[in-house]
């Protein structure tokens, strides 16, 4: 266990940036499986839009690595133009 006081603080401000992340990691795959699983065109667009913002905004906030995101982003957008 951790013995000074910044050490404490730091272990909770961890589990807080822990918890966010995973929070925002997990709402991003839902929008990718909505995405996946939708047939109209329109919409898909729309979605897109959303959830490469959502990827781009993990990516910078090193939750994921910027080539995941950019591979999810190119095969998403393939998918999404050959609706």
Excluded: P, W
């Amino acid at each position: 266990m951790a013995n000074h006081k910044s050490a404490l603080k730091r272990i909770r401000a961890n589990e807080t940036k822990r918890l966010r992340n995973r929070y925002q990691a997990k709402t991003t795959r839902t929008f990718v499986k909505k995405l996946r699983g939708t047939t109209d065109k329109v919409e898909a667009q729309e979605l897109f839009k959303k959830v490469s913002s959502m990827l781009d905004k993990l990516a910078k906030k090193n939750i994921i690595h910027k080539n995941k995101a950019a591979n999810n982003k190119s095969k998403l957008a393939k998918l999404v133009s050959s609706l």
